[in-house]
């Protein structure tokens, strides 16, 4: 399975734009690259996902290089509920593989 | 709109005993289905995932099993527990056969300890 690699933890300040790498560089041409976040003592929380063009929604973007190998998971403005351990994950073609990393974890100063 | 209900949120079971975990999900047919367990400080472990009634297929050996009696209800097992069975277990959901394009869903999780 192509796996990703993510700096283990990051710091933000308040509204402030946030700017979460991650490393793919056995992506299959298949591959979609999914976002998930994880609140203190909760289930993961879906973000974003996107094949090969920038993806925008309501919670974030996400920033896919044009080979593929990296991407980018932009908050525009933290708040401090933004605070949670955010992984990029890989998903493939069949949609079975679900697997999560160490993830990120963000902290966000008032 | 599609819900995932898991319980109890909470558990705290003797060395020795058994467990079972319930899943179900509402609001969609033929769901993929995971669990996955998060040890304290660690991150999510896959367990087991099922595309089907009584299909599951087991990421990683261990103390527990899985099985699918309904096309909605996902229910984990064991034993006889361990201590090293301890953790935060949490099913999910994704759209059936959605060549990796949705979104999966998670439950709020069972916190388990072992004692």
């Known amino acids: 399975d192509a796996k990703t690699t993510q700096p283990n933890s990051m710091e933000s300040n308040e509204e402030e734009p946030v700017h979460l790498p991650c490393n793919h560089s056995?992506?299959?041409?298949?591959?979609?690259i999914h976002w998930y976040r994880q609140l203190p003592s909760q289930g993961p929380e879906y973000v974003i996902h996107g094949l090969t063009s920038n993806v925008n929604n309501r919670m974030a973007s996400l920033a896919i290089a044009e080979d593929r190998k990296s991407s980018t998971l932009i908050l525009h403005r933290a708040t401090l509920r933004d605070a949670a351990v955010y992984y990029c994950?890989?998903?493939?073609?069949?949609?079975?593989?679900?697997?999560f990393g160490k993830g990120t974890s963000l902290l966000v100063t008032p | 709109s599609q819900t995932i209900h898991q319980w109890p949120a909470t558990l705290v079971q003797p060395v020795g005993s058994p467990l079972s975990l319930e899943c179900t999900v509402e609001?969609?047919?033929?769901?993929?289905l995971y669990w996955y367990r998060q040890a304290a400080g660690r991150g999510l472990q896959l367990l087991f995932y099922s595309v089907g009634i009584g299909q599951i297929s087991s990421e990683v050996p261990q103390n527990l099993s899985a099985s699918r009696p309904q096309d909605r209800q996902f229910i984990l097992s064991s034993k006889k527990l361990l201590l090293s069975d301890s953790g935060f277990y949490l099913c999910?959901?994704?759209?059936?056969?959605?060549?990796?394009?949705?979104?999966?869903?998670f439950g709020q999780g069972t916190r388990l300890t072992v004692v």
């Open positions: 056995t992506i299959s041409g298949t591959d979609y």
């Open positions: 999910a959901w994704s759209v059936l056969w959605d060549r990796g394009n949705t979104e999966a869903f």
């Open positions: 609001g969609t047919s033929n769901p993929n």
């Open positions: 994950i890989l998903r493939d073609v069949t949609g079975y593989a679900l697997n």
